[in-house]
């Protein structure tokens, strides 16, 4: 399953609109050389662009979801590495969606990128990265989606990134260990296909070909457990 391409509308009333210099991120987070080297040669800025909180949108948070911040990022060249994001959120202790920025030939393109934050206290987490395919900037953009919390927002601006299929009732958490369990297979059946193509017994092959169908089958119920019923539902948390 791959990502469609999304923007969303982001409520005026949490606008933010400030620049943040680089710098900022260097202070708060451990960059390392090689990664302030990609900052200066992948980054031209950064705009903390809103700030979706209680007080601006009417959504209560909790400790794990108190706010969901908005970055945009200008891209000097096609892509911003997540190395760079991932030091971004590092510095900030709170869900952050990335807006990616680059010009093309046709214009300028966006895609979402995001990585699931799972904040414990003083703890924080920070996943893998997942994001939409580029798209035109000036693409129609879509409401939030209906959530009775941040924690429920936060799930469902996180849903249309990742590479399943988002389940009734299920928790962000829970959705989160299914990609890695499907990203997991998804590495064990690339072994084994190289295994295939290298194998010279017939035997081995059938038992190779066998494993390689099982894995599949369990990789696509992990993908789309639920692939005949309707999962526009509103996210708790």
Known sequence: MTADPI??????????GRVVPKTKFYEHARVSTAGRERFVAEVQRITWSYKLA?????LRGNDEVPEIQIFEIDAKDAEVSDTVLAAIDKAVPLPIVFEVNRTASEGVETRMVAAHKRLRGAKMRVGDYFG???????????????????AGLYAGLLAPLLPVARVSG????????????AAKLEREITVLEKRLRAEQQLNRK???????????????????????TTKDTVWTS
């Open 7 to 16: 923007l969303y509308r982001w409520p005026s009333a949490a606008r933010f």
């Open 54 to 58: 209680d007080a601006t949108i009417h």
């Open 132 to 150: 939409t395919p580029w798209q035109a900037a000036s693409s129609p953009r879509v409401p939030l989606p209906q959530a009775l919390d941040l």
């Open 170 to 181: 299920e928790a962000l958490s829970q959705t989160i260990e299914r990609v890695e369990q």
């Open 206 to 228: 059938v038992e190779l070909r066998r494993q390689i169908q099982g894995r599949s089958a369990q990789l696509a119920v992990l993908i789309d457990p639920e692939p005949s």
